[in-house]
């Protein structure tokens, strides 16, 4: 069984995007291990946990304000990946520019599906889900 924050479009994005800054971070000298290094995988991993978070059957507005925290952890790396430049640990320009923009394609994806939200004609807002706890 698979969670419907799984089927979202923009969570699958987010997941692209965290791989892409794992890859960054193994590029880092040690020395950024628990500053920089810590910093942007926990804010690029923060994107796709609360796309999830609240996907889960919250209301509109609760799943806004996730989107809205997301796209802050979103701003967050992208902050991160501009102090990796100016101190030139990364040099690899085709690199940092896919993911620049693997960035601004999330971040789009973000606002696009948090304004969806605010259309009252049009719910995006995901079924309860029913678990059954006898089901292996």
Not at 59 to 76: K, N, T, V
Not at 97 to 126: M, T, V, W, Y
Request: aromatic share 8%; net charge neutral; hydrophobic share 40%.
């Amino acid at each position: 069984m698979s969670f419907k924050f799984e089927q979202l479009d923009v969570w699958q994005l987010s997941l692209d995007y965290s791989d892409l800054i794992y890859g960054l971070v193994e590029k880092l000298p040690d020395s950024e291990r628990f500053n920089l290094k810590s910093q942007i995988t926990r804010a690029a991993t923060s994107v796709s946990l609360n796309i999830a978070e609240g996907s889960t059957g919250q209301s509109d507005s609760e799943q806004s304000r996730f989107l809205g925290m997301a796209i802050r952890s979103l701003i967050e790396t992208v902050a991160c990946q501009r102090l990796i430049s100016r101190r030139k640990y990364v040099t690899d320009k085709a690199f940092m520019e896919q993911l620049d923009l693997k960035a601004q394609e999330l971040a789009k994806r973000l606002h696009a599906f948090r304004k969806s939200l605010a259309n009252p004609k049009k719910s995006i807002g995901e079924e309860q889900a029913l678990y059954d706890a006898n089901e292996n």
